[in-house]
C-alpha cells in the first residue's frame, strides 16, 4: 500500500492555503514536509487523514490505513498508561499492548494515572498509540513536542521499525530526526491570494 496525492488543494476557514500539491509514498519509506509556520502543513494532514475534506484533487490511500498524530496527545486522563494504550488497542482491534509500552519506556509508568504524568511522558504516550492501531499509514504534526533528547531519539526509532515492517511515515517538523526520508517543502504549493473587486471593498470605505 501506497500513500499517492495528486493535484490536492486544501483549504482552512474556507480559504485555500495549498494548492496543485502532488507526491507518492511508498512503502518503507518517510517523507518530511517542511515549510514556514502557518503555511498550511496541519491543514495538509488533517485533510490526508480524512478529518476535514479537500478542496480538489485525489489523496489516494484508504482512511482506514491511516493513524493520525495531532498535537494533542489523545489520552484520557482518568485511566493509567496501561488503561489507555488498551482502550486504543480495542479500538483499533488489537490487543498487544507491550511492544508500545516497550517502545517508549512506559513500563515502569504502566499503573499511573495519564494526569499525573509530565508533558514529555503524556506526548510519549500518545505516540505509543500508534503502535496499537496496526496501520499502515503514521500521519505525524509535529510529534516530537514536549519530548526531550532521549525521548526523541525513542521515537525515531520506532519510526525506523515502522518502515522496516513496510509501514509509511508522513512528518510535518522541523527537528531531524535522523531518518533517511525524503525532504518535501510545501511552499511552492502556497495558493495565490484571493483578489477582491473593488465593489467588495465598497463596504469598507
Known amino acids: 500500500m501506497h500513500l499517492n496525492v495528486q493535484d490536492l488543494s486544501v483549504a482552512r476557514g474556507g480559504i485555500a492555503v495549498l494548492e496543485g500539491l502532488s ?19 496541519t491543514t495538509l494532514l488533517r485533510s490526508l487523514a480524512g478529518l476535514q475534506p479537500a478542496l480538489n484533487g485525489e489523496i489516494n490511500a ?29 479500538v483499533f482491534g488489537t490487543n498487544d499492548i507491550a511492544p508500545a509500552l516497550n517502545a517508549f519506556e512506559l513500563e515502569p509508568l504502566a499503573n499511573r494515572p ?8 503524556k506526548r510519549r ?3 505509543a498509540r500508534l503502535l496499537v492501531t496496526a496501520r499502515p499509514i503514521w500521519i505525524l504534526d509535529e510529534p516530537t513536542v514536549s519530548l526531550d533528547t532521549h ?17 509509511i511515515a508522513l512528518i510535518a517538523t522541523h527537528i531531524d530526526l535522523g531518518l533517511e526520508a525524503d525532504i518535501l517543502d510545501i511552499t511552492p504549493f502556497k495558493a495565490k491570494p484571493v483578489a477582491m473587486k473593488d465593489d467588495a471593498m465598497e463596504g469598507f470605505l
Request: proline residues 4%; without cysteine.
Open 23 to 41: 507526491f507518492t509514498v511508498n512503502p518503507g519509506h518517510a517523507l518530511i514536509l517542511r515549510g514556514p509556520n502557518g503555511i498550511g502543513k
Open 62 to 90: 484508504p482512511n482506514e490505513s491511516i493513524a493520525y498524530a495531532a498535537h494533542s496527545d489523545g489520552i484520557k486522563h482518568v485511566l493509567t498508561v496501561r488503561e489507555n494504550l488498551e482502550f486504543w488497542a480495542d
Open 151 to 167: 525521548a526523541v531519539e525513542m521515537f525515531a526509532k520506532a519510526i525506523r521499525a515502522h518502515l522496516v515492517g513496510g509501514g
Open 125 to 127: 504516550l500518545g505516540l
Open 114 to 121: 495519564a494526569g499525573a504524568l509530565s508533558a514529555g511522558q
